[in-house]
């Protein structure tokens, strides 16, 4: 069936199971493989779980193995650090005692007010309001009917296009918002940001190769600068600077309407050769 925002809120509402293991259940996919912005936000949403009254400050992630979207992943959690400032948690995603994923989250303390700090930031891009420009599929690749039934991990939000390049590094900046209400949870909204920035950050490596190929993540970084609210849009600014070997960069910044930088992206993909 086609998703909802609903829906994907239902998977990340992760069941525990211990005081560091979780469980959590997956959405249809092409092949049953499982996306991975999709158990990437699971498993920071566990980690979350084991630092509470800290913010997310970062979060990277390795994808090793597809799984099988029909049945539920297991989360464990490691403590590796609990400082004053900072907690460093690992999470490894398994399903039949096979790793599907190993992901590291950083979480800090809030900002003590009296520490002199030095901020700044690149600006927000000159770009339309998102209400001026027209919708769009929420992704390249569920661009269709039949593609929308079978991608459930990808319907949740809106967007809109602000402007494409073809060329490499094939710039692409989109507008973005959750398709419903978000419940007031920070480890939520931080969540759902890691899973879209995954999942659209794809788009400017396929755009430089003239569309969609087979291909696989191999790794995704979040650095988050502030705590993302969901109520509003959100501007991501995305290109492929670097492809080589079969590998290809990409990278991005999110932006809220007000100009503030949320929080800055890297993610690998792989382009295997035909076979």
């Given at each position: ?196 920035s995954a999942v659209t950050l ?74």
């Open positions: 069936m086609p998703s909802s925002l609903s829906a994907v809120l239902a998977t990340l509402a992760l069941d525990r199971i211990t005081a560091t293991s979780f469980a959590g259940e997956q959405l249809p996919a092409p092949a049953n493989h499982i996306l991975g912005g999709h158990i990437s936000a699971q498993s920071l949403l566990a980690a979350s779980r084991t630092a509470p009254g800290r913010g997310v400050h970062s979060v990277h992630t390795y994808f090793l193995r597809p799984g099988d979207a029909r049945r539920p992943v297991n989360f464990e959690v490691v403590e590796l650090q609990e400082g004053r400032t900072f907690s460093a948690r690992r999470v490894t995603a398994r399903q039949d005692g096979q790793v599907l994923l190993e992901a590291m989250a950083s979480f800090k303390s809030a900002a003590d007010p009296s520490a002199a700090t030095v901020e700044y930031q690149p600006p927000l891009p000159a770009v339309p309001e998102p209400e001026s420009l027209p919708p769009v599929p929420p992704h390249a690749a569920a661009d269709g009917a039949a593609a929308q039934m079978r991608l459930a991990s990808l319907s949740w939000f809106e967007r809109r296009i602000v402007d494409e390049d073809r060329l490499p590094p094939a710039r692409s900046r989109m507008w973005w918002r959750p398709d419903g209400e978000v419940p007031d949870e920070p480890e939520l909204a931080a969540a759902l940001v890691a899973y879209l794809t788009e400017p490596a396929f755009a430089a190769r003239g569309g969609l190929v087979p291909s696989a993540q191999r790794d995704h970084s979040v650095w988050f600068h502030g705590a993302p609210v969901l109520t509003d849009w959100l501007l991501y600014d995305r290109t492929s600077p670097s492809s080589a070997n079969a590998l290809a960069v990409a990278s991005g910044r999110m932006f809220n309407r007000n100009g503030d930088l949320v929080c800055t992206v890297t993610q690998e993909m792989y382009f295997p050769p035909p076979r």
